[in-house]
């Protein structure tokens, strides 16, 4: 009955928070487009067209015949008993069977372009790693970020995508792009983006509690905004205290809220709480005590950094046995580095002052 | 026309006792529980149905007053990942695939072939127990915590999530088997038990649909069973069929689930299309326009309805080879369902148009059907599909054609074999009023979802983007217009068999066996065993004068 037990994150908070709708095209369908794949809208209007004038001409021939031949009196014989017309069945055959097959070979084209990685996107090759329930790009430069990424402005990207999970999608609606990301196996999607601003990343396949969370910002910029490396955020251990607590409680809301408790105010409570991981002692931190499982033995240990860091990147090594918590595994977190890491441990002890 | 009592047994004053009939020649639950004829099958089965759609329904509108808000207005995001699935779950297996061949056609099929039953009437009963079975594990799935996976069991988070999977899976394993063997009797029964000169083409077209939908039944459901048991398996031994971490396959999960429930699609649809050409001939009393090409293409669509599963999988990284042959083969198809649509409108075409409500509900159907099967065209073409594959779009063109066309083709179906079933009319009036709730109701759910659809919003999200607040919330006030019209219908078709106004002996002037019977029918449905001489739907057969006397 675990269902009752956790709860969600918290309602105002939203990751898209700071992100604008995107611009609708001229019939009113599409987010304007801002990627490469131009063919997408082409044959959507085409088909919708054709849908239109199919669609009209069915439901107006069966409400003309629906008032006109309407039965006035309880024995109104029909004006027609023809149940064969050779001409026009040929015909209501063969237009439709010419237009659905114009309609494949332009799609089929299309589709091989999108899914054919030319080598000016071979040579920008992102990451993008999908998990419960947040995004995490590796840059060509094997910088990182969470739950946002930068590509420069008309420069062919290619995102390498992997799982280590379950099933995710990559799903950049104004780029008209998807790919369904496999646990085990690697998959791409490729595109050209024309366009400045800031865009949605979905995830578009279901994948779990907090699947409608698994969002990212897609940023488009130019070259210059991209060699300053606007997503190299991460402050190093002689930065400020407040700057590295800042990004940690900023880091913990993306990826880890969704399980623990990190703040008075989140709801979430499905792993350990992290609001008495710490006490403070004039200047020092105090880890507190915990009841763990390590292979199979029930110990107590002392709550540290060696020990949030090992839970964090092989967290079935030590599994807490205390209530509410045993027996729920949290999977691997290893691809947040260590100065990620220790800005998340420094917001955890500063969560000791309150 | 010919029916089989004389002239004066018409005139017998109303306080004569009612004639012996199926519902009232034998009494008391066993004489129910125990049943062999199909006509009482079909009866429960419609009971069990209709309560699976009313509580599937229920669970849609939580769906659609949740959503009014972009962070949810109801449940967490788990709370509502169960109810979407337990939505799905409910319409598809326990209403959607069993709703018409277990109801309509167990009542209507073997009457409409002239036999006293179908094949094997034992069988039959057994299939209602299975559904049965099935449709309790369901809900006792529930009780066990739930299930979170969506109606599609994708793996492999269905292998890792810690809800009632293998009780669902039971179930959806069970109701298989209900469904395997309501086919095999249905082919049994058309190919045995048909009355003398009822020769293959004087079947009438529900028959024929029946038919190619119990072909499917037999030969699609063996790979669900396959499926749910290996996930049940994988789940409980950990074998690694389908779980990346033991050296399976995901994307293997998705042929198998696909190569049954595409097909599935038609096993649902078929029997649909069946009641839409019945009622449009009875209606515009016209011979149906391309019979054979009809008959024919229900045939075609079940065949190629085997070759198109990977659509519904074309962003899953499927070769370029095979996105080529689905993407074709999904166009291919929509020419035979294109044939029928035609063939529906030429019939109606200078046809003598009853406006009542079955007919209404017709229309709804060929009206909101065009729009379901125009905009698969539209998810047929790839690179679009690539853009639109996931979203509001797939989810507003399914429900175009699960709910809105099959749906509202069993509503039909239901009005007008309702005064045979019973022997009463419900209200017309009200019936009108209720259809066209439905159809404003349908429409205003599923248009807005459309172009939130195709501006990117993605399907089962609990939470979204403001920008698509208007199109939910006009998607859930279409839903609470759709709810009260079908609640109306429910209503009214239950408010008729209490107040008992008697319905004619051939209420709207149908000529197939089906009609011929008497109202209601007999337990072994005929006095005598009936000889057909005519070709189907031959209207000129029909007795205006013995429904005039039927009028007074």
New interface residues.
């Given amino acids: 009955?675990?269902?009752y037990l956790?709860?969600?994150p918290p309602?105002n908070d939203?990751p898209?928070a700071d992100?604008p709708?995107?611009e609708?095209d001229y019939w009113?369908?599409?987010?304007v487009q801002a990627g490469n794949?131009d063919?997408?809208d082409g044959?959507?209007y085409f088909?919708?067209a054709?849908?239109i004038v199919?669609?009209v001409i069915?439901?107006g021939?069966?409400l003309y015949?629906?008032v006109a031949?309407?039965?006035k009196t309880?024995?109104?014989?029909?004006?027609?008993?023809?149940?064969?017309?050779t001409p026009?069945?040929v015909v209501?055959?063969v237009i439709?069977?010419i237009i659905?097959?114009i309609?494949?070979a332009?799609?089929?084209?299309?589709?091989?372009?999108?899914?054919t990685v030319p080598h000016a996107a071979q040579q920008n090759t992102y990451k993008a790693t999908a998990k419960q329930w947040f995004w995490t790009f590796t840059y060509p430069n094997s910088t990182q970020s969470i739950s946002e990424v930068y590509v420069e402005i008309d420069k062919p990207v290619q995102f390498i995508l992997e799982s280590t999970?379950?099933?995710h999608?990559f799903?950049a609606?104004?780029m008209?792009?998807?790919?369904?990301i496999?646990?085990?196996?690697y998959?791409s999607v490729w595109f050209t983006p024309t366009k400045k601003g800031t865009f949605?990343l979905?995830?578009?396949?279901?994948?779990?509690?907090?699947?409608?969370?698994m969002y990212a910002k897609l940023h488009v910029v130019d070259s210059a905004t991209m060699e300053e490396e606007p997503w190299n955020v991460v402050p190093a251990a002689d930065d400020p205290l407040e700057d590295r607590i800042a990004y940690g409680a900023q880091l913990a809301g993306q990826v880890c809220a969704s399980c623990h408790k990190i703040s008075a105010t989140t709801m979430m409570d499905t792993g350990p709480s992290w609001l008495n991981l710490f006490t403070k002692d004039g200047d020092n931190y105090v880890g507190r005590k915990r009841e763990v499982i390590e292979d199979g033995v029930t110990k107590t240990i002392t709550v540290d950094d060696a020990y949030i860091i090992e839970s964090i990147k092989n967290p079935t090594q030590k599994i807490v046995a205390e209530e509410p918590y045993r027996g729920r595994n949290m999977s691997k977190f290893d691809n947040l580095d260590d100065a990620r890491i220790a800005c998340l441990i420094a917001y955890m002890k500063s969560l000791a002052d309150n | 026309m010919t029916t089989n009592t004389p002239a004066v047994d018409v005139q017998t004053p109303p306080t004569a006792p009612p004639r012996e009939n199926y519902l009232n020649c034998s009494k008391g639950f066993k004489s129910w529980a125990l049943t062999l004829d199909h006509k009482r099958i079909g009866l429960m089965y419609l009971i069990g149905v209709s309560i699976a759609f009313l509580s599937g329904g229920m669970f849609a509108l939580l769906v659609r007053l949740h959503l009014w808000e972009p962070e949810g207005m109801l449940f967490t995001n788990i709370e509502y990942n169960q109810i979407f699935t337990l939505h799905g779950a409910f319409m598809v297996f326990l209403f959607v695939i069993p709703a018409i061949p277990g109801s309509l056609g167990n009542i209507v099929m073997p009457l409409m072939v002239g036999a006293k039953d179908v094949a094997l009437p034992k069988l039959n009963l057994l299939s209602f127990y299975l559904w049965l079975i099935g449709a309790v594990l369901a809900v006792l799935a529930i009780v066990l915590g739930g299930f979170d996976t969506g109606w599609t069991f994708y793996a492999p988070y269905s292998l890792y999530t810690d809800r009632a999977v293998v009780t669902i899976g039971m179930a959806i394993f069970i109701l298989g088997f209900s469904s395997i063997f309501t086919g095999l009797n249905f082919i049994v029964t058309v190919h045995k038990l048909r009355a003398p000169g009822i020769t293959w083409f004087r079947m009438p077209l529900f028959v024929w649909a029946i038919y190619a939908t119990a072909i499917l039944q037999v030969l699609a459901t063996p790979v669900l069973g396959i499926t749910v048991l290996l996930v049940a398996f994988e789940r409980l031994y950990n074998i690694g069929i389908f779980d990346p971490r033991l050296g399976g396959d995901p994307v293997l999960f998705e042929h198998f689930f696909w190569f049954y429930s595409h097909p599935a699609v038609y096993i649902m649809v078929l029997p649909a299309f069946g009641i839409i050409s019945e009622l449009v001939s009875v209606h515009s009393r016209k011979p149906l326009f391309g019979y054979k090409l009809i008959a024919f293409s229900s045939i075609a669509i079940a065949i190629i309805s085997f070759l198109v599963w990977g659509h519904h999988m074309f962003t899953s990284g499927q070769s370029t080879y095979a996105l080529f042959a689905f993407s074709f083969l999904t166009f291919f198809v929509a020419i035979p369902t294109a044939i029928k649509e035609f063939s529906w409108v030429a019939t109606v075409w200078k046809g003598s148009v009853a406006l009542n409500s079955p007919m209404l509900y017709t229309l709804a159907f060929l009206i909101i059907f065009a729009i379901g099967g125009l905009t698969g065209v539209i998810l047929g073409a790839l690179n679009v599909d690539l853009h639109l594959h996931d979203t509001y779009f797939v989810v507003a063109h399914f429900h175009y054609v699960m709910m809105g066309s099959i749906a509202l083709a069993f509503f039909a179906g239901l009005h007008h074999w309702w005064p045979k079933m019973f022997g009463v009319m419900y209200n017309e009036f009200q019936a009108k009023i209720a259809c066209a709730l439905i159809f404003v109701g349908f429409n205003a759910t599923f248009l807005p979802q459309f172009v939130m659809g195709s501006r990117g919003m993605p399907r089962r999200y609990a939470t979204y983007v403001p920008e698509y607040a208007p199109y939910h919330q006009a998607s859930t006030i279409g839903a609470m217009i759709l709810g009260t019209g079908v609640a109306m219908m429910v209503i009214y078709l239950i408010a008729s068999l209490l107040i008992r106004k008697k319905a004619k002996e051939n209420q709207w002037g149908g000529v197939t066996l089906d009609w011929i019977a008497p109202t209601p029918p007999p337990h072994l449905n005929f006095d005598h065993e009936p000889k057909v001489v005519h070709e189907v739907y031959d209207y000129s057969t029909l007795d205006y004068d013995s429904m005039q006397r039927d009028c007074n």
């Fill in positions: 009955m675990i269902n956790i709860q969600d309602k939203t898209w992100v709708a995107p609708i009113g369908q599409l987010p794949f063919h997408v044959l959507f088909t919708y054709v849908c199919f669609f069915i439901t021939v069966l015949s629906v031949h309407r039965r309880w024995d109104q014989k029909p004006l027609s008993n023809v149940t064969h017309n026009l069945e209501w055959t439709p069977l659905v097959m309609m494949f332009w799609g089929f084209k299309g589709s091989l372009d999108m899914l999970d379950v099933l999608a799903y609606p104004s008209r792009v998807k790919r369904d496999v646990p085990g196996r998959s949605h979905f995830c578009a396949e279901y994948c779990g509690n907090n699947h409608s969370r």
